[in-house]
C-alpha cells in the first residue's frame, strides 16, 4: 500500500467516523404562509420530535420559496397550488429563473379558502357571481351585496402567493384580480388588517381564521393544495420530512 493511499484511506475514515457524510439536521424550508399555518406551525415540535431534524422555516410566498429553491438556497420549499402555476408566476417576473421540469412537487394534505371579513359587517354569505365580481372589481361597495353603503377593501397577497394563484384560477379563469386590491408581502398579513378595517374582505384559508374575523360563507370554497417542493428527487432528510407532514395532515 502506497503512502499516499493509506494517507487517504486515514482521512476518510476520519471524516467517516466525524459524521461528514452523515444527512444534515437542519433543513432549510423557504416558501408559503399558508402552508405554515395549515401544516407546519401547529405541528412544528411533532415533526421535528418525529423526523430528528431542526426546521429553519422562512416564511415568504409559495413563488419567493420556488425562486429560493432554483437558486439553492433552501432545501425545500413550501407551495400552495400547483407547481407549474407557481413556477409561471416566478418566470413571467423573472424569465427562465425557473425550470418546472427540474421541481418535484410532494403533495402533503389540503386546506380550503376562506373569505374573511370583520365581525361587525352584516354580510353573511356571497354567491359565486357576487364573489367573482368583487374579486374582478366590478363590485364595489358594501351595499350592492346587502350591506352598508361603505367601499369594499378587497386584501390579497402579492401577485406571487401560491392562495393568490389559486383563487385567480379558480374564480377568474387566471386572470388577475382587480388592480384595486390591497396587497401584501404575504398571506399571514392579512388577517391583521381584516381585524382593523370593517370593510375589508380578505383572502385566506381556513386555518388563518381568527376569532376577532368572520367568514363569509361561499358556494363550493376551493379546496387548496398543499405540497413540499424539492430540486429532483428528495434527499432522506427531505423525505423523512415530507412523510411525516403527510402522515400527520391525514389525521
Partial sequence: MTKSLLSFLLLFSFLLSSGAFAEPTHLAIHGSTVFIAAALA??????????????????NSAGEGVEA?????????????????V??????????LVDPASLKAHEIGTTRVAFAIHPSNPVTALDKT?????????TTNW???????KPIILVTGIASTGLRTAVEKEYLGG????????TLMNSALIGTLVEKAPN??????????????????IENPE????AYVTKGEPSAAASKLISATTKLMKK
Fill in 42 to 59: 401547529p405541528n412544528k415540535a411533532t415533526l421535528e420530535t418525529e423526523t430528528g431534524l431542526t426546521l429553519d422555516i422562512t416564511g
Fill in 69 to 85: 429553491l432554483a437558486k439553492g438556497e433552501t432545501t425545500l420549499a413550501m407551495i400552495t397550488g400547483s407547481l407549474e402555476d
Fill in 87 to 96: 413556477a409561471a408566476k416566478v418566470n413571467a417576473k423573472k424569465p427562465g
Fill in 130 to 138: 357576487q364573489l367573482v365580481r368583487i374579486l374582478k372589481g366590478e
Fill in 143 to 149: 351595499k350592492e351585496v346587502g350591506g352598508e353603503d
Fill in 175 to 182: 386572470a388577475s384580480v382587480t388592480s384595486n386590491a390591497k
Fill in 200 to 217: 375589508a374582505l380578505g383572502i385566506l384559508v381556513v386555518d388563518m381564521l381568527r376569532p376577532s374575523m368572520k367568514e363569509i360563507t
Fill in 223 to 226: 379546496p387548496i393544495k398543499l
